[in-house]
């Protein structure tokens, strides 16, 4: 009887098909990534109608045009495709054209990117040697903002400073000289040149890409070291979701954030928001320090500066067939309390300065697709960066406070940035030739008492191409090109060039060659030339009479990745070598003033060896990076006329006990000796270095209630490292010298709990 049903029900519906197709056109289906609404050619689609199932491929551009049969009637739809995660649809009704997005399914090292890339793709598929740490790295590390992120990677040296932030070095040159983009967006608001990684949070963070060398072409100044690519969240698997995310360290940090997110058919609304509180550390606190009352002496003045931040935020996305539209909006604000000594005789006052920071990040995204795989895209962005900076009087006895009269104790300073691109990109599948071609516009304001005539604005305008060339399957070559006109210096015209070589590439083995060469050029910041920062602490002005810097950057990687049953092994070796000249850094202009300086050469130079193991629930790392620094001043030195070198080696470890819900991680790196040539004063040379040190983090999580509990429980800093001596050495009078380089708050324990919930 079954049998006699099924038949008759199959038979129907074959009727039905044959029918329609004769006399009706349907409706059409358009497969793209989530991630940049880019078609997906080849994607299966299975429709599941009356007990049985059609099996059908989309085009070269994504698409599939459906019967009117099959839109009589709900039906159950499952579209696949490699490194994308399945969707299952049940009682769909198809009643017009309709685009389905599929969200990246990175499995087992297979790592997508998109900075500076046509469209997203696998890592392994780029011309660029992109480097991705994933949200399950980023949970596993407890990371709460940047700098927590780039501890473990190699060819990053990271710095504090009390009041100016974390800071890094790339590739041996300064944050100045490295692009930070949130979606492709810079941001603004540098101190001491420096991006504060502290004040990134990572609550909507997807995953993070780093791109070592120049991407001048693409992303124009400041981007000759690299490029630091923060990826949002864009998929939501559920329609509603809500998460809470709580974390607390012995060293007296409390972070608490809240996120929200909706899907409404092609719609998406994100909100979060969420509080970081530093109650502030010094090296007489023990773990678990609190002192509900506190005494009004020499120890209100800590080495680590309490600080508190607020930060929300609101993420729209529209996502339709051929059309994306995205907005984002992120408000920060932090603010820093720098306690001072009680001032002699009487010991019943002390000077506090206070510090106020508000970032405000707005971004839309606009990209239309057409059918030929054309993509027009655009952006707009504004960045907005207040640094207020008071100091108050505290009388010790009443506890009050007092605005000190003086007016250098106080300073105001905003810094405006506004951000207008467009580009035309091609992607055809099996075109020898893709390409982009676009504008960038970069408009900055800075005012501030501390700002020469209080208000001063840069303008760079730029025009900018490149090309995919693939000759033959194994080769990909990649020219471009950047044209500016900047309203402060003579821009030079910015080329690049890539290369990707795959010697052979299978199911199981795939080994490639990438060499690039980019010439990068930066102007002095607004900063660099009109800012004045002055206080008990610091002593920094701008310079007027900078040049602008240029640097050539060659790299030289090679890639092995090799695909077993279960394990996949990456390996990498990476050459690189930077030739910067009229570098523009912070040197000591006297005994108490610091300021910025054209250096007529600095280079850097360096290798890094790499390895990466998944096998089945393991995940393992192990790297050493070797980076030499010469500048002119080694020439006038007898001693020294060559690199100094540093080392660094790095491992992490991280297992996924999936049976019982249970993942450990450990991760390690040891920060090689510093050594450097300097002047003082006297105009004299001197060697000096800092010392090296070992960081370890160890973290375990347990999974409950069907996964939406996770309780984290860990150490970082596993060998108490605080800070580390630095030390001169030279002739006469200034033989030996020394001090130290805070590193961090010594051993740190933590707890962090999460959860998550979801509607489908």
């Known amino acids: 009887m079954n049998t006699k049903s099924n038949f008759k029900s199959n038979f129907n519906t074959l009727v039905l098909l044959l029918f329609f ?78 685009a389905i997005a599929l969200a990246s399914a990175v499995k087992e090292f297979d790592e997508v990117a998109v900075t500076a890339q046509y469209k997203s793709q696998l890592v392994e598929n780029a011309v660029h040697n992109i480097k991705v740490i994933d949200r399950q790295k980023i949970e596993s590390m407890a990371a709460q903002d940047l700098k927590d992120v780039l501890t473990n990677e190699l060819n990053v040296r990271l710095g504090e400073d009390n009041i100016l932030g974390s800071s890094m070095q790339l590739q041996g040159i300064g944050g100045e000289n ?14 001491n040149g420096n991006i504060d990684l502290s004040q990134i949070p990572l609550e909507s963070i997807e995953r993070i890409e780093i791109v070592e060398g120049p991407l001048s072409v693409s992303y124009g100044t400041d981007a000759l070291a690299g490029t630091i690519n923060i990826i949002t969240k864009k998929n939501q698997g559920k329609k509603f979701e809500v998460s809470s995310n709580n974390y607390f360290e012995s060293s007296g940090k409390a972070n608490n954030t809240v996120s929200l997110g909706w899907q409404i058919k092609k719609h998406q609304i994100r909100l979060e928001g969420g509080r970081h509180f530093f ?102 962005a504004y960045n907005g960066y207040l640094r207020q900076k008071n100091t108050k009087i505290r009388d010790l006895t009443e506890i009050s406070d007092v605005i000190s009269g003086n007016p250098s104790d106080h300073d105001t300073s905003a810094y405006h940035s506004f951000i207008a691109r467009g580009s035309l990109i091609q992607t055809k599948i099996n075109s020898k030739i893709n390409y982009e071609i676009g504008y960038d516009i970069l408009h900055e304001i800075a ?84 800012y004045v920062f002055v206080d008990i602490n610091h002593n920094i002005v701008g310079n007027p009479d900078l040049e602008a810097e240029y640097a050539n950057h060659f790299n030289l990687s090679l890639h092995q990745n090799i695909k077993l049953k279960e394990a996949k092994l990456k390996n990498k070796i990476v050459l690189f070598y930077n030739d910067i000249h009229q570098l523009i850094t912070l040197a000591q202009a006297s005994a108490t003033e610091y300021s910025y300086f054209n250096l007529d050469r600095y280079t850097t130079t360096g290798a890094q060896v790499e390895s990466n193991l998944n096998f089945k629930n393991i995940t393992t790392g192990v790297g050493l990076g070797y980076i030499g620094r010469y500048n002119d001043l080694a020439e006038e030195n007898s001693n020294s006329t060559n690199f100094l070198f540093s080392p660094e080696v790095k491992f992490n470890l991280q297992h996924n006990w999936k049976k ?51 309780i ?24 030996v010298s020394s001090g130290s380089v805070s590193i961090g708050m010594g051993r740190v324990y933590h707890l962090g709990i999460r959860l998550q919930l979801n509607k489908n």
């Open 178 to 191: 490295v692009k930070i983009l949130v979606d492709g967006v810079p941001l603004t608001g540098r101190l």
């Open 447 to 530: 005012n501030g008492e501390r700002i020469l005539d209080k208000k001063q604005s840069i303008g760079d305008y730029a025009i900018f191409a490149s090309a995919e060339y693939s000759p033959v399957k194994s080769l990909i070559i990649r020219p471009g090109i950047r044209y500016s006109y900047n309203t402060e210096y003579n821009a030079p015209v910015t080329p690049s060039l890539n290369l990707k070589y795959e010697f052979f590439k299978n199911s199981v083995q795939q080994l490639s060659l990438r060499a690039s060469y980019a010439r990068g050029f930066r102007a002095p910041s607004i900063k660099e030339l009109h």
């Open 712 to 735: 984290t429980v860990g150490v970082k800093n596993l060998f108490d490292v605080t800070s580390i001596t630095g030390s001169a050495s030279g002739e006469g009078a200034h033989s």
């Open 660 to 710: 019982i819900g249970l993942q450990t991680a450990v991760f390690y790196k040891y920060t090689g000796v510093l050594p450097n040539i300097r002047t003082n004063a006297d105009g004299e040379l001197y060697e000096s270095k800092i010392n090296d040190y070992h960081t370890a983090d160890v973290a375990i999580s347990k999974f409950a209630w069907k996964n939406r509990l996770k």
């Open 21 to 98: 197709t004769q006399f009706v056109s349907g409706q059409t289906i358009t497969v793209i990534s989530l991630e940049d609404s880019q078609p997906i050619p080849g994607a299966r689609i299975d429709i599941l109608l009356n007990e049985k199932t059609f099996n059908f491929t989309t085009n070269y551009n994504g698409e599939l045009k459906v019967e009117t049969a099959f839109t009589l009637q709900p039906i159950t739809m499952t579209i696949s495709f490699s490194s994308f995660e399945k969707k299952r649809l049940e009682n769909l009704v198809i009643s017009k054209d309709t």
């Open 279 to 380: 109650d502030g550390w010094d090296s007489s606190h023990e773990a678990f320090h609190y002192d509900p009352k506190p005494i009004a002496d020499s120890t209100r003045a800590i080495q680590w500066n309490p600080k508190e931040q607020l930060f929300g935020g609101i993420n729209y996305r529209y996502n339709r067939k051929n059309t994306l539209f995205n907005y984002s909006g992120q408000l920060f604000n932090e603010n820093i309390i720098n306690r001072g000594m009680p001032r002699p005789p009487y010991q019943q006052a002390a000077f506090d300065d206070y510090y106020n920071t508000t970032r405000i990040n707005q971004r839309a995204n606009f990209q239309y697709r057409f059918k030929n795989n054309y993509r027009l895209s655009f952006i707009a």
